[in-house]
T-cell receptor, first 114, second 113 residues
Framework: DAGVIQSPRHEVTEMGQEVTLRCKPI?????LFWYRQTMMRGLELLIYFNNNVPIDDSGMPEDRFSAKMPNASFSTLKIQPSEPRDSAVYFCASSLNQGTGELFFGEGSRLTVL | KNQVEQSPQSLIILEGKNCTLQCNYTVSPFSNLRWYKQDTGRGPVSLTI?????NTKSNGRYTATLDADTKQSSLHITASQLSDSASYICVVSVSTGFQKLVFGTGTRLLVSP
């Protein structure tokens, strides 16, 4: 298996622009997580899907952030409009059994908002 | 408040030496504790997952310990190699219907030749 696949790996955009990050989880995994990592705060959970349904989005910073999982093999995290403080590395991760087992991370999408 | 604290923040050791990283947590209800290795520019990779009843777990040169009474864990790296240079993140799982993970901020390890 290719693992969790994220795109783009790097994104540089200007404040106010829309950003869309994409994730393909490991085939067969029923749980998908979006995390944000910064030097100051480490890894923070943004949203968790189970069987394509959002279960916990309490970590989503504000209305500018939205996430979708239209099917079991694809998810997006959208930021509109983007702000400089959104600059971070965004990770997607997937697992079996609602995350009770091992969590597999993608390589991350590094976002820079100028 | 659920928290995971790691020490030291950073560490430099010579290749071939051993080192121990510490993790203290205040998490309830506890489900399991995980150690992840994160190379620069990469995603975290799981090293070990330990449940309440496990005191020690090894993965090659990595040995994790867990003391559920004192809520402490350690990760011991034996005979360090240059490839061990990475951040090591302690993660505690909270059992809340689904497993919510509480992340430490990591220990950055540099193994010097």
């Amino acid at each position: 298996d290719a693992g969790v696949i994220q795109s783009p790996r790097h994104e540089v955009t200007e404040m106010g622009q829309e950003v869309t990050l994409r994730c393909k989880p490991i085939s067969g995994h029923n749980s998908l997580f979006w995390y944000r990592q910064t030097m100051m705060r480490g890894l923070e959970l943004l949203i968790y899907f189970n069987n394509n349904v959002p279960i916990d989005d309490s970590g989503m910073p504000e209305d500018r952030f939205s996430a979708k999982m239209p099917n079991a093999s694809f998810s997006t995290l959208k930021i509109q409009p983007s702000e400089p403080r959104d600059s971070a590395v965004y990770f997607c991760a997937s697992s079996l059994n609602q995350g009770t087992g091992e969590l597999f991370f993608g390589e991350g999408s590094r976002l820079t908002v100028l | 408040k659920n928290q995971v604290e790691q020490s030291p923040q950073s560490l430099i050791i010579l290749e071939g030496k051993n080192c121990t990283l510490q993790c203290n947590y205040t998490v309830s209800p506890f489900s399991n504790l995980r150690w992840y290795k994160q190379d620069t520019g990469r995603g975290p990779v799981s090293l070990t997952i330990m449940t309440f009843s496990e005191n020690t777990k090894s993965n090659g040169r990595y040995t994790a310990t867990l003391d559920a009474d004192t809520k402490q864990s350690s990760l011991h790296i034996t005979a360090s190699q240059l490839s061990d240079s990475a951040s090591y993140i302690c993660v505690v799982s909270v059992s809340t219907g689904f497993q919510k993970l509480v992340f430490g901020t990591g220990t950055r390890l540099l193994v010097s030749p």
